[in-house]
C-alpha cells in the first residue's frame, strides 16, 4: 500500500515554543491530508482537512491560528503548533488519500508524532 | 447524526482462541467502512475494507469482516489469535466530506 511518513516520532519542547510536524507521501500525490489528535486511550480526532494550494478546514473548537496547516504540494502538508502549551501534549497523527478514482476512498496514515510541551 | 459505535472497549481472550470485534455504523454514513489497527505509539494501519461487492472481506493477518446491511454492522473476526494481535482496533466509515468517522476503538488483549 502507499506510505505515508510522519516526521518527527516523537519531540520534546519548552513551553512557549513552537513545533512543527511533517506528513509526507512518499510514493502517491496527495490532494486532501488530514490531521488528527488523539489522547490516551482515545480514538482519534480530526482537527482539520489540508487541500493542496488552499487553506485548510479546521474542526469546531480546533484553533486555527494555534495550529497552522500548511499544504503546499502535493507530498507534504505541516502543522506547526505554535506557542505550545503543556495541555498541548498529545499524539499527532496524518493521514492521505490516494489523488481521484476508488483509491480516494482509502486514508493511508503516519506514524504519529508524540509532542510532549514542558 | 453519522456515528460508529464499538460496543466493546475491552477484549480480553487467549491465544489460539477465535475473537469477534464489533462495530455498528448509523444509516446515515456511507457504506464504504474500515478496520484499522493500531499498535503502541505508531500510526494506524489498515486490516480490511468494504466499498462494495462481496459482504465477506477478507483482510491482512488473518482477519476478515463481514458487511451486514440491515445490521448496520461490520464485526471483524479472527479464527485463532496470536499474543502479536494485541493492539487497539478502530472501526471506521466515510462519512460527510469524505471524513473517516471512528469508532472508540477496541482494546484486544491476547493472553497466553
Known amino acids: 500500500g502507499a506510505v505515508v511518513s510522519q516526521h518527527p516520532s516523537r519531540v520534546i519542547c519548552k513551553s512557549g515554543t513552537s513545533v512543527k510536524i511533517e506528513c509526507r507521501s512518499l510514493?502517491?500525490?496527495?490532494?486532501?491530508m488530514f490531521w488528527y489528535r488523539q489522547f490516551p486511550k482515545q480514538s482519534l480526532m480530526l482537527m482539520a482537512t489540508?487541500?493542496?494550494?488552499?487553506?485548510?478546514?479546521?474542526e469546531q473548537g480546533v484553533e486555527k491560528d494555534k495550529f497552522l496547516i500548511n499544504h503546499a504540494s502535493l507530498t507534504l502538508s505541516t502543522l506547526t503548533v505554535t506557542s505550545a502549551h503543556p495541555e498541548d501534549s498529545s499524539f499527532y497523527i496524518c493521514s492521505a488519500r490516494v489523488s481521484g478514482g476508488t483509491g480516494g476512498l482509502e486514508a493511508f496514515f503516519g506514524q504519529g508524532t508524540r509532542l510532549t510541551v514542558v | 447524526a453519522q456515528s460508529v459505535t464499538q460496543l466493546d472497549s475491552q477484549v480480553p481472550v487467549f491465544e489460539e482462541a477465535p475473537v469477534e470485534l464489533r462495530c455498528n455504523y448509523s444509516s446515515s454514513v456511507s457504506v464504504y467502512l474500515f478496520w484499522y489497527v493500531q499498535y503502541p505509539n505508531q500510526g494506524l494501519q489498515l486490516l480490511l475494507k468494504y466499498l462494495s461487492g462481496s459482504t465477506l472481506v477478507k483482510g491482512i493477518n488473518g482477519f476478515e469482516a463481514e458487511f451486514n446491511k440491515s445490521q448496520t454492522s461490520f464485526h471483524l473476526r479472527k479464527p485463532s489469535v496470536h499474543i502479536s494481535d494485541t493492539a487497539e482496533y478502530f472501526c471506521?466509515?466515510?462519512?460527510?466530506?469524505?471524513?473517516?468517522?471512528f469508532g472508540a476503538g477496541t482494546r484486544l488483549a491476547v493472553h497466553p
Open positions: 489540508s487541500n493542496e494550494g488552499s487553506k485548510a478546514t479546521y
Open positions: 510514493d502517491f500525490q496527495a490532494t486532501t
Open positions: 471506521a466509515a466515510l462519512g460527510g466530506y469524505n471524513k473517516l468517522i
